[in-house]
């Protein structure tokens, strides 16, 4: 009963390849986001999806593109890896995009990207 | 703009109390709690909306102070099950709701 699931859970890779990371929730839920966590543990909101609809594209290089196919599902794309890319990618999903600030938000257990 | 946390890393004993603050120089609209333990995700505690709601949550508790725009999370006779980092992610309000997560603060709850 997984609520939100994300694959792969480890990824290793050289420099310069492209790969992806997908994420799916099963709560119903209409809102979707991409975290990356760095090696100091900082947590950082890099893209929001509501229905489909991208909404929070923070600065984050031309690099990464996410994807929503459906409201279950949310994956991201990145072109052309770099060893700053390493770091733990978190999707999390809520109820709304909560405009009033309120709604909670669901991590997926984590996809660990280590770039060679 | 991120909220500072405050103190970096605790140690405790079990059963003894902790308080962990979250700043904003920002107006907050809401403040998230969330538990992150080795190797896992974040896991949700608590919500404090501004109006200076205290929230609580088993042996864990939460105030908000708008004046202070300042939150604190009280853990009461701590477990060993407690460790972890503990995270606040803030809301500003406006029309693209978004968290802001402080850095952290490091708990272990030693027997």
């Known amino acids: 009963d997984t609520a939100v699931s994300q694959t792969p859970k480890y990824l290793v890779t050289q420099m310069g390849n492209d790969k992806s990371i997908k994420c799916e929730q099963n709560?119903?839920?209409?809102?979707m986001y991409w975290y990356k966590q760095d090696s100091k543990k900082f947590l950082k909101i890099m893209f929001s999806?509501?229905?489909?609809?991208?909404?929070i594209n923070e600065t984050v290089p031309n690099r990464f593109s996410p994807k929503s196919p459906d409201k279950a599902h949310l994956n991201l794309h990145i072109n052309s890896l770099e060893l700053g890319d390493s770091a733990v990618y978190f999707c999390?999903?809520?109820?709304?995009?909560?405009?009033?600030?309120?709604?909670?938000?669901?991590f997926g257990p984590g996809t660990r990207l280590l770039v060679l | 703009q991120q909220p500072v946390q405050s103190p970096q890393a605790v140690i405790l004993r079990e059963g003894e109390d902790a308080v962990i603050n979250c700043s904003s120089s920002k107006a907050l609209y809401s403040v998230h709690w969330y538990r992150q333990k080795h190797g896992e995700a974040p896991v949700f505690l608590m919500i404090?909306?501004?109006?200076?709601e205290q929230k609580g949550h088993e042996k864990i508790s939460a105030s908000f102070n708008e004046k202070k725009q300042q939150s604190s999370l009280y853990l009461t006779a701590s477990q060993l099950s407690y460790s972890g980092t503990y995270f606040c992610g803030t809301a500003y309000g406006g029309s693209n709701y978004k968290l802001t997560f402080g850095k952290g603060t490091l708990l272990t709850v030693n027997p």
């Open positions: 404090l909306l501004k109006g200076g």
């Open positions: 999390a999903s809520s109820q709304d995009w909560g405009a009033s600030g309120v709604e909670t938000q669901y």
């Open positions: 999806y509501n229905n489909k609809e991208l909404i």
């Open positions: 709560l119903g839920h209409d809102t």
